[in-house]
């Protein structure tokens, strides 16, 4: 099974440029949405974190709801790609009306901001992104080829971030600065979005369900539909679920409070907003290099496992390093310091999904059962709960700090407080990445009952 090859070259990069459709909308609002309501609109910081951790909540919910879903579906199309396919209409309208505040009392603007920005998480880009990320275990069975897939994906992404932290202030102030220039940024990024999922959809297939048969004994197992509730008793077995939903869920705290405080450390810790761009560039092209390597690295190391656990260390060292550069102000570590630093962390970047497909496939083996729907909505639940607490935290620290989102200068405290998401924050998370890793042993877990049930 492992051997065969499912997918042609254009295939796997029509595949990857689904990521580029996701962050269009992703990369805008972990970026920049914190720093629109505050400044652009004029609300709260607290209240605006509150609303995100109040929908969150509910986004988290709905992640193994629309799993389960997926996982009963039946269509031309296959089970994932009709979901991903419109999903994303309604993606990309939500992500246009979230930048599209009414001028109107302070409460509606709230209310307004908290039901598009709960039906863009909630329901429309869960439905997406779950049956994105579970369309890689469903269009090849080959393990080099979901590496090669989570590597591919993670470049388009990684450029439309770029893209997005390069232009966006520039574009706003093109079309007129002010809530008019982020209407009409927010409405780009939507269309570019839906052309490009679209391409993805249609670019690929499902492999059918008799070529996921595997025989692990004399006779063949074949995949039975199950029950959603069933399905969640099979996915609460799996340890290892578990382990890299709490992954998934550090990896994007992390990330949603160091962009989110990004433009913040730019602007008001180091005095131009515009060190934005360079600071992504230098955190997105170590990642883009890394991850078109990292196919040839797990080969390399043997193990998903070894090669991530390793490569963790290096950036807990490197984020010591920047932490100094910062304090300083200086620039050349800080940026050097940054590049080592997500050259190292890319490689777990490109096998995240690589991941999860093991990890659905030691449930294969030992409940025979096949619940790929459900178990990548931990992909989702991390990208978007995680996302969603860090943002929630900046919004919190800030108002904490005395950050006034009005005010041209911040208080020393506030400043502090940016300091401590931006610099230090991602030490600490990093830690705990690193203890998670160590457990996340499930390729060693497959092998070792394909051994023990193997048949002469």
């Known amino acids: 099974m492992n051997e065969r090859k499912y997918l042609k070259w254009y295939q796997k990069v029509a595949y990857g440029s689904g990521d580029m459709a996701a962050n269009c909308g992703y990369a805008l609002i972990s970026s920049f949405i914190m720093f629109y309501l505050t400044t652009a609109v004029g609300l709260d910081s607290m209240i605006i974190g509150s609303l995100m951790m109040a929908s969150k909540l509910l986004d988290g919910v709905s992640d193994i709801f629309f799993g389960g879903l997926m996982d009963r579906t039946k269509s031309k199309l296959g089970q994932a790609r009709p979901w991903m396919l419109y999903g994303q209409i309604g993606v990309s309208a939500s992500l246009f009306l979230i930048f599209c505040?009414?001028?109107?009392?302070?409460?509606?603007?709230?209310?307004?901001?908290?039901?598009?920005?709960?039906?863009?998480?909630?329901?429309?880009?869960?439905?997406?992104?779950?049956?994105?990320?579970?369309?890689?275990?469903?269009?090849?069975?080959?393990?080099?080829?979901?590496?090669q897939l989570g590597s591919i994906r993670f470049i388009f992404a990684t450029f439309t971030t770029l893209?997005?932290?390069?232009?966006?202030?520039?574009?706003?102030?093109?079309?007129?600065?002010?809530?008019?220039?982020?209407?009409?940024?927010?409405?780009i990024f939507a269309l570019i979005a839906l052309a490009v999922n679209t391409i993805c959809v249609l670019m690929v297939k499902e492999v059918p369900d008799e070529e996921t048969v595997v025989s692990h004994s004399e006779n063949q197992v074949h995949t039975e539909k199950v029950s959603f509730a069933t399905s969640l008793k099979l996915l609460f077995k799996n340890p290892y679920y578990l382990i890299i939903l709490g992954l998934y869920l550090a990896n994007y705290i992390y990330s949603g409070i160091t962009q989110g405080s990004a433009i913040l450390f730019m602007t008001y810790y180091m005095g131009d907003p515009k060190l934005l761009?360079?600071?992504?560039?230098?955190?997105?092209?170590?990642?883009?290099?890394?991850?078109?390597?990292?196919?040839?690295?797990?080969?390399?190391?043997?193990?998903?496992?070894?090669?991530?656990l390793y490569a963790r260390i290096?950036?807990?060292?490197?984020?010591?390093?920047?932490?100094?550069?910062?304090?300083?102000?200086?620039?050349?570590?800080?940026?050097?310091?940054?590049?080592?630093?997500?050259?190292?962390?890319?490689?777990?970047?490109?096998?995240l999904n690589a991941l999860v497909a093991e990890t659905s496939d030691y449930t294969w083996r030992t409940q025979k059962a096949r619940i790929d729907g459900v178990m990548f909505s931990c992909s989702s639940i991390g990208v978007k709960l995680g996302g969603g607490i860090g943002s929630a935290v900046v919004g919190w620290m800030l108002k904490w700090g005395g950050y006034d989102g009005t005010a041209a200068v911040q208080s020393a405290q506030a400043i502090d407080t940016i300091f401590f998401m931006y610099a230090i924050m991602p030490i600490l998370f990093g830690i705990v990445m690193a203890v998670l890793l160590y457990f996340l042993k499930v390729e060693q877990a497959n092998k070792e009952w394909d051994a023990a049930h193997s048949t002469v």
């Open 101 to 147: 505040i009414p001028n109107t009392s302070e409460t509606m603007q709230y209310a307004y901001f908290f039901v598009f920005y709960t039906a863009y998480n909630a329901v429309f880009y869960t439905a997406n992104s779950i049956a994105y990320a579970a369309l890689a275990a469903k269009i090849t069975k080959n393990e080099q080829e979901r590496v």
């Open 314 to 351: 290096i950036t807990l060292l490197m984020g010591v390093v920047f932490i100094v550069g910062a304090m300083n102000k200086n620039l050349p570590v800080m940026l050097v310091s940054t590049f080592l630093r997500n050259m190292a962390g890319g490689p777990l970047t490109g096998t």
């Open 163 to 187: 893209l997005i932290s390069y232009n966006t202030t520039d574009l706003i102030e093109y079309f007129g600065g002010g809530t008019k220039g982020w209407r009409m940024v927010a409405l």
């Open 277 to 308: 761009g360079t600071f992504s560039l230098f955190q997105l092209i170590p990642v883009m290099i890394i991850l078109t390597l990292t196919p040839m690295l797990v080969k390399k190391f043997g193990s998903m496992w070894k090669m991530n």
